[in-house]
C-alpha cells in the first residue's frame, strides 16, 4: 500500500475577520502604484506564524497535534495589537514588508517558545534566529527595481498604521499550505485552544 505524501505544515494563530479586511485595504492603499516584482500576500493567507515546520510526514502529524496541545495547555489567552509597519531586512535593501505587532508580546513569546520546545524533538529544529513576531503583507523579488524599493520605504516611512482592532489569541492552529499555480490555499488541519481546554471542532480527519 502506497503511504500518503507529505505535507507543507506550520503553526500559526489565525486572524479575525476584521483584521484581515483592515491589512487587505491597507495594502490596497500601499499598492497603488505596482510594480513587477512586488506580491502582495491574499488577506486570507496571513497569518501569525510562530512555526514553519516544512514537509510533516503523515505519520508525524498526530504526533505534532499531541506536542500542540501540550504546548498551549498552560498558556492564558490575550491579545495583541496592530502597531507599525517595517521592512526586512531593512527599508533600504527590503525584500519582506510587513506589520508590527503590539500588547501581549511577551505571552505571545512564551507561547512561540513552548511550540518550538514541544515539536523540536519530532524533527523540527528551533531556528537559529529569535522570533519576530510580524505579519507579512509583501514579499519583493531581487529584480524589483531600485525607483519602486524608494517609492515603497517612503511611503512606510511616512504612513501610521495603528489601528484600533485587537488580535485575540485563544487558538493555536496546524496549518497545511498546499503551492498551486494561483499562490497557495490553506487548510487548518487542528485547532487547540489556550488554557487548557480542548481542540475545537475544526479538528480535521
Given at each position: 500500500?502506497?503511504?500518503?505524501?507529505?505535507?507543507?505544515?506550520?503553526?500559526?494563530?489565525?486572524?479575525?475577520?476584521?483584521?484581515?479586511?483592515e491589512?487587505?485595504?491597507?495594502?490596497?492603499?500601499?499598492?497603488?502604484?505596482?510594480?513587477?516584482?512586488?506580491?502582495?500576500v491574499?488577506?486570507?493567507?496571513?497569518?501569525?506564524?510562530?512555526?514553519?515546520?516544512?514537509?510533516?510526514?503523515?505519520?508525524?502529524?498526530?504526533?505534532?497535534?499531541?506536542?500542540?496541545?501540550?504546548?498551549?495547555?498552560?498558556?492564558?489567552?490575550?491579545?495583541?495589537?496592530?502597531?507599525?509597519?517595517?521592512?526586512?531586512?531593512?527599508?533600504?535593501?527590503?525584500?519582506?514588508?510587513?506589520?508590527?505587532?503590539?500588547?501581549?508580546?511577551?505571552?505571545?513569546?512564551?507561547?512561540?517558545?513552548?511550540?518550538?520546545?514541544?515539536?523540536?524533538?519530532?524533527?523540527?529544529?528551533?531556528?537559529?534566529?529569535?522570533?519576530?513576531?510580524?505579519?507579512?503583507?509583501a514579499?519583493?523579488?531581487?529584480?524589483?527595481?531600485?525607483?519602486?524599493?524608494?517609492?515603497?520605504?517612503?511611503?512606510?516611512?511616512?504612513?501610521?498604521?495603528?489601528?484600533?482592532?485587537k488580535?485575540?489569541?485563544?487558538?493555536?492552529?496546524?496549518?497545511?499550505?498546499?503551492?498551486?499555480?494561483?499562490?497557495?490555499?490553506?487548510?487548518?488541519?487542528?485547532?487547540?485552544?489556550?488554557?487548557?481546554?480542548?481542540?475545537?471542532?475544526?479538528?480535521?480527519?
Open positions: 500500500m502506497t503511504e500518503a505524501p507529505s505535507i507543507r505544515a506550520f503553526i500559526a494563530v489565525e486572524l479575525p475577520e476584521p483584521v484581515k479586511t491589512l487587505a485595504a491597507f495594502q490596497r492603499r500601499l499598492a497603488a502604484e505596482q510594480a513587477a516584482g512586488i506580491k502582495w491574499s488577506p486570507n493567507g496571513i497569518h501569525l506564524t510562530l512555526k514553519f515546520l516544512g514537509q510533516a510526514a503523515p505519520g508525524q502529524i498526530e504526533a505534532i497535534r499531541a506536542a500542540l496541545a501540550t504546548a498551549v495547555e498552560p498558556v492564558p489567552a490575550f491579545e495583541l495589537g496592530l502597531s507599525g509597519l517595517g521592512a526586512f531586512p531593512n527599508l533600504r535593501r527590503m525584500n519582506v514588508v510587513w506589520c508590527g505587532l503590539s500588547g501581549g508580546l511577551d505571552r505571545l513569546v512564551e507561547l512561540q517558545r513552548a511550540v518550538e520546545a514541544e515539536v523540536s524533538p519530532l524533527g523540527f529544529p528551533a531556528e537559529n534566529r529569535a522570533f519576530s513576531p510580524h505579519l507579512t503583507l514579499r519583493l523579488r531581487e529584480d524589483v527595481s531600485a525607483e519602486a524599493r524608494q517609492a515603497l520605504a517612503k511611503k512606510l516611512a511616512g504612513t501610521k498604521f495603528e489601528p484600533d482592532l488580535i485575540p489569541v485563544e487558538d493555536v492552529s496546524l496549518m497545511q499550505s498546499t503551492l498551486l499555480p494561483r499562490g497557495a490555499e490553506y487548510r487548518c488541519l487542528a485547532s487547540f485552544r489556550l488554557a487548557g481546554r480542548q481542540p475545537d471542532r475544526r479538528q480535521a480527519p
